[in-house]
């Protein structure tokens, strides 16, 4: 059973950075491939990033390449996203998920089984 929780979300003026986190309760973490995607008001949900079940293979949507990292402690049960550099176009509801099928650069939301609750960022001007 996989089960997850977002948290690190908050408001942050452009320029600054966040650090989001997600953690699995269950016990098959490192299982899955798992990714972060984002839907703004009035939007489409969106792809961020994703990373690979051992944490050596990553992808990144064309927006956020170069200032978001993804990584992730399977010791933890956790994925991270650290967002630098943020501006206002980033400002979404930020969901993690955990990915139902083998390959690895899936970038396509029906491709995450799982998904937490997301949680909100916010950048201002």
């Known amino acids: 059973q996989v089960q997850l929780v977002e948290s690190g979300g908050g408001s942050v003026q452009a320029g600054g950075s966040l650090r989001l986190s997600c953690e699995d309760s269950?016990?098959?973490?490192?299982?899955?491939?798992m990714a972060w995607f984002r839907q703004a008001p009035g939007k489409e949900r969106e792809f961020v990033a994703l990373i690979s079940r051992s944490g050596i293979s990553t992808d990144y949507g064309d927006s956020v390449k170069g200032r978001f990292t993804i990584s992730r402690e399977n010791v933890k049960h956790t994925v991270y996203l650290q967002m630098n550099s943020l501006k206002p176009e980033d400002t979404a509801v930020y969901y993690c998920?955990?990915?139902?099928?083998?390959?690895?650069?899936?970038?396509?939301?029906?491709?995450?089984?799982?998904w937490g609750q997301g949680t909100q960022v916010t950048v201002s001007s």
């Open positions: 998920a955990a990915k139902s099928i083998t390959y690895v650069y899936a970038r396509r939301e029906s491709d995450y089984a799982y």
């Open positions: 269950g016990r098959t973490f490192s299982s899955y491939g």
